[in-house]
């Protein structure tokens, strides 16, 4: 944890590096010496036959833009798109421009193995952003494992993965889940919870995991009751008049997708306020994206516990937040996800121009230790485990679908997809 | 489970989930109702039924903003504006699917199944383009939202209320209109015996386009009520419709009194199931008492005995 402080150290140089999004030539004067495609010739930084030519490298994208999830992954796209735009605008990787292709999975997991295999195969990319569910992303696992692909993955997720072929910039399980029961008792006095979720493996295991915590680590405090709903369950009525029978201190919902919309509604209706805080909501799976379809007087009051709010004030992300309203408009919403995605690239780049080198195995065996101190959500780093170390913050959902951070964790929080205690 | 509590708080749990039940019970009877029309009288299988009732919602959802940037000392009201908006939306864009579409597949039953099925796709990617992929959050007038306290530990949901009466009346319009207008008498005429039907006069051509229209427009009704309970997406449309089928099924296809039957029923059984057992599980056990239930009985809980 010594890396505490490093993000106000280098801030200086992050906000020019973001500036430089929007300034071209300004951005060349402070790109680092010496990357110049002429510097780099493609032979030696290309020994693998990816698509890299002289003066550009391509890599892929891949997301549902039709289909259900569409709902969720515009975001990311978009913010891929922001970080691609303004990497080529302070002069590109390695001296080379950045193209890309993209396709679209159609929220339909066969599809994105399928589009994957094409990204590797026909457009020989050298990186790939893509996926959203894990369920994507398990489809696409085998394909980027045989022909050795690199792909950065953005959503929070239920962890219990680590392979050479993925970075995941969003944070798994247990760093998003403890440091948020911990403050809820500390600060709420919280002791008794209800779990909720969707019935799907994101919810399940991050369920198992907060339970493991509350009944082995926090001294004095019970489960009083779990349970799930079949994905797209809109009538949560039942559910609502057992919470009221338990009493619970804390209601912890990981529901997803339309459900969400119909849980928070229904709450409201039935006289339950989250402003009141009896009891007070928890959640780990509500961004300002799905704020909106919610409508913000639903859920004002009630609590997510993520490592992004796009609220946050720090110059990076006051930085990132303006040029991504410049890119995609003014009425836009940047959730956690959307961030991590824009992550994806930074940490790409930072990887390459360290090994110097296009070819995957290099650029694995670099992106390990990389900081990323130009970061919205403020440093982060790479663990050997290719997930990120991140701060997790507690905020508060407001009517006008923002969060008030109320809280954040002192340190980076180390991440730990196989936790030993929690399985 | 009961053992900490006092009869009063046992009470007032029991009242608050019968009327959970009842909620159900009026959401399952709007969103089977149109589909009832359709597929009972005319046999077409709309697999597009949950698009008609979106359409409702993303006209809530315009009239909604429309009235809090022009009129907004009406917006307590805009919401039965709303809703008869979206009956005249959906019900128009039915009748132009019959005319298009459904009416030259009426000899092929199992090609409605594909043809509105992509429909449903055709619509929510149409929704997708217009709206964004993005769900929309529809304002409520604040009259709606909230609870009424009956007592210190009863507290009735106000939009439920609403949507009970709301599922009270439009089931009485479509009574009135099926047993009681010359409209109904030749739907029930050209379903029981189309030929004869058009031998004694009857325009069956255009009795079928307006059953459609109908049945639509009582979707886009439904789909404008329930911005209050559920979310408004390109594709939310399909979190109904498997409910949907299964209650016009389990009544009984051709009979609209079947529909109301096996809504309370599967209603009720989920409901109380659901308070008992978890959510998924008693999602499974409903699913399976219905199954069971078709197999002895294939043709649902009620079946007009017609002469074949």
Redo the contacts between chains.
Sequence with gaps: MSDKGKSTDSLGMSRRAMLAGSAALTASLFTPKGLKAADYPTSEVNTTGLAVTDDTVTVGILHSITGTMAISETGSVQAEKLAIEQINAQGGILGRKIEYVQEDGASDWPTFAEKAKKLLVNDKVASVMGCWTSASRKAVLPVFEQYNGFLYYPTFYEGLEESPNVIYTGQEATQQIIAGLDWVNKEKGAKSFYLLGSDYIWPRTSNKIARKHIENFMEGCKVVGEEYYPLGHTQFNSVINKIRLKKPDVIYAIVVGGSNVAFYKQLTAAGIDPAAEKPLVLTISVTEDEIRGIGGENIAGSYACMKYFQSLENENNLEFVKSFKEMWGDDIVIGDVTQAAYLGPWLWKAAVEKAGSFDVDKVREAQVGIELPTAPEGYVKVHENHHLWSKTRVGKALADGQYEVVFETADLVEPDPFPEGYQ | MFAD?SMA?LGA?FA??G??GL??FS?FVLMALGLAIIFGQMGVINMAHGEFMILGAYVTYIVSNIFAAYLPSLFGIYFFIAMFLAFIASGALGLFIEWAMIRHLYKRPLDTLLATWGLSLILQ?IY?SVF????????IPDWM???L?LTDLI?I????IFVMVLAVSISLAVYIMMFRSTWGRQVRAINQNRVMAGAVGINTEWTDRLTFGIGCGVAGVAGSA?T?????????G???IVDTFLVVVFGGAASLLGTIASAFSISQAQ?IM??FL???MA?VITLLVVVGILMIRPQGLFALKLRK
């Design positions: 509590y708080e749990i608050m989930q009327f959970a909620i159900l959401v990617q997708r964004g992929a993005r769900e929309v959050g529809v304002s939202m909230g609870s306290p507290e949901p106000i939009n439920g329930f209050m309970i559920g979310s408004t997406g390109p594709t939310a399909q979190l109904y409901s659901e308070f978890s959510g998924s999602k």
